[in-house]
């Protein structure tokens, strides 16, 4: 079984480090990280395609779509983690850290509510793969950085870790495949199909 986990394009929050708001749309650069990542898929045999259904990633979907003619299907578990009242705020107004572990945003998702939802998502997505593959999801960074770290075993943090796989960047691919010994990650945050790397700051 074959899965593409794919973070959104960029939007003008995450350009302008702002805590994102659930309608943020794509900015024109995302739009075309988009397009770039639509053409790489293209032709990759995927037969099936799943979403979160947040503005920036329904349009990175959409246009995945537009390229393979497949029908998206939309999943509230694949969210970014609900910063709630914090939302559209800029980080650098901000005069705590916003992803330390004791900290529950007001009107959001605590750390653990996060990750419970986190984890019905990749059971989803384990259950989607059984039954068509390759599959590919879109969500977002810390959901991503979720189900690497706790069903994947893949460690952002270590030392050994590039700066890039770390950053998990717009519209990077990570494809992990299924097989007897479980599964195991072939490709780690990919953005070969972007004319430019550079990639925008924060997480969501």
């Given at each position: ?10 939007t ?12 943020d ?5 995302g739009?075309?990280q988009a ?41 509230e ?7 709630g ?12 850290d ?39 999801v879109?969500t ?22 590039s ?13 992990i ?28």
């Amino acid at each position: 079984m074959r899965v593409y986990l794919i973070r959104h394009g960029e939007t003008h929050s995450n350009a302008r480090r702002i805590v994102q708001l659930p309608d943020d749309p794509l900015s024109p650069k995302g739009l075309q990280q988009a397009a770039q990542l639509a053409e790489r898929l293209a032709d990759c045999g995927i037969v099936r395609l799943i979403s979160s259904d947040l503005r920036r990633a329904a349009m990175t979907t959409s246009c995945i779509a537009e390229a393979t003619g497949l029908v998206p299907e939309f999943s509230e578990r694949l969210h970014e983690r609900n910063f709630g009242d914090l939302r559209g705020t800029p980080y650098d107004e901000l005069t705590f850290d916003p992803f330390a572990l004791d900290y529950e945003p007001p009107g959001g998702e605590s750390w653990q509510s996060f990750y419970d939802r986190v984890r019905g998502a990749w059971s989803d997505i384990e259950s989607l793969a059984s039954e068509s593959e390759p599959l590919a999801v879109v969500t977002h960074g810390l959901v991503l950085r979720a189900i690497l770290d706790r069903h994947l075993g893949v460690d952002l943090n270590d030392s050994q870790a590039s700066a890039t796989a770390r950053q998990i960047a717009n519209t990077s691919v990570t494809i992990i495949e299924r097989a007897d010994a479980g599964w195991q990650v072939h490709t780690l945050t990919c953005t070969r199909h972007l004319s430019s790397h550079s990639s925008a700051t924060g997480t969501a």
